[in-house]
């Protein structure tokens, strides 16, 4: 599987993905109103306009199996709703898709960012793994949004 930019058509599709894939952080939360949950599909779609925002997938055949979106601002860029289609979790498709859209991102971009819930056990792992760091937490409803970042290395040329 290739990582490929998803266009705006695929937005039901990741929107069903990302339903199902977030609903294990809900329970972990003990808060059905996490923000990937909320989400409605014209908001989805209005990402896809977004001139500052690409979304990455991974399609097994027609089917997107995987997804990531990536927002440039200046030197940084933030990453978000990273989702694993739940039969095929733990097969490092949520690994290769972080790691193809931080390589994809532009040459001006110096830090990734991203945010996780304090119980989101599997991607905490995940992301320390690949060397994301946390900086600081803010509080989300009932619970905490755990703040991390990774700064860019680059390849020597
Ligand atoms: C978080 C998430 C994206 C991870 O995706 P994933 O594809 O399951 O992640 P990976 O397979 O790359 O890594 C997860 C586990 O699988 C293991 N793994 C990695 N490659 C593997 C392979 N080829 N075969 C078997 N296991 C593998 C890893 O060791 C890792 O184990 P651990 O974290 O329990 O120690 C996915 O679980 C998900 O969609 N969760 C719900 C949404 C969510 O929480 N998103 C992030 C919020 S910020």
Not at 23 to 34: C, G, S
Not at 125 to 150: C, D, F, S
Request: hydrophobic share 45%; net charge neutral.
């Amino acid at each position: 599987m290739t990582p490929e930019q998803l266009p705006e058509t695929a937005a039901g599709e990741l929107l069903t993905l990302q339903r199902a894939a977030f609903l294990a952080e809900a329970r972990a939360h003990h808060d059905l109103d996490l923000p990937p949950l909320l989400e409605t599909l014209e908001q989805v779609r209005a990402v896809f306009a977004d001139p500052a925002v690409t979304v990455w997938g991974l399609r097994d055949g027609s089917r997107i199996v995987a997804a990531v979106r990536l927002r440039v601002h200046g030197d940084a860029a933030q990453i978000g709703r990273l989702a694993v289609a739940p039969d095929r979790q733990c097969e490092g498709l949520g690994t290769a898709l972080l790691l193809a859209a931080e390589a994809a991102a532009p040459a001006a971009v110096r830090t990734f960012r991203l945010t996780t819930g304090e119980f989101s056990a599997g991607p905490l792992r995940l992301y320390a793994r690949n060397g994301y760091r946390e900086t600081h937490r803010t509080p989300e409803g009932v619970h905490e949004l755990v703040h991390l970042e990774k700064v860019r290395v680059r390849a020597r040329s």
